[in-house]
């Protein structure tokens, strides 16, 4: 299980995603015009995330460990677990109970849902 990335931290990871292998000097430049973030900042947040085996600094130059898919999926996990009791179908319908979805909104979900019945052998 991935560990959760936070949402400062998230936007520190999508700095590293686009520009990675970075040096951290680099990055420290980087979070201070993206971010406003100070050097320090910049340094706790490699350090925590590091512990965190989500990224790795090595030699000064920072990569990350994890992509942003799986962080993306470890969060709407959680947030359907914590938020629907685990229900898709919950979400789903909460979701569609708010949005308003294009035609190609529409035709985007039924080509994943083909696709997920292709692969997993569903009639």
Do not use: H
């Not at 015009?33 to 085996?53: C, D, H, M, Y």
């Amino acid at each position: 299980m991935i560990a959760k990335v936070f949402d400062s931290e998230y936007r520190f990871c999508l700095i590293l995603w686009e520009n990675e292998p970075v040096t951290s000097r680099e990055l420290v430049k980087l979070c201070e015009e993206k971010l406003n973030w100070k050097r320090s900042t910049t340094f706790t947040v490699i350090r925590r995330l590091s512990e965190r085996g989500i990224i790795k600094s090595e030699n000064a130059v920072v990569t990350s460990l994890v992509s942003i898919d799986q962080v993306r999926m470890a969060d709407a996990e959680e947030m359907i677990q914590s938020k629907f009791n685990g229900s898709l179908p919950l979400f789903i319908n909460t979701f569609f109970s708010t949005q308003k979805l294009s035609e190609n909104d529409v035709q985007d979900i039924e080509a994943m849902i083909e696709k997920y019945k292709e692969q997993n052998n569903i009639q």
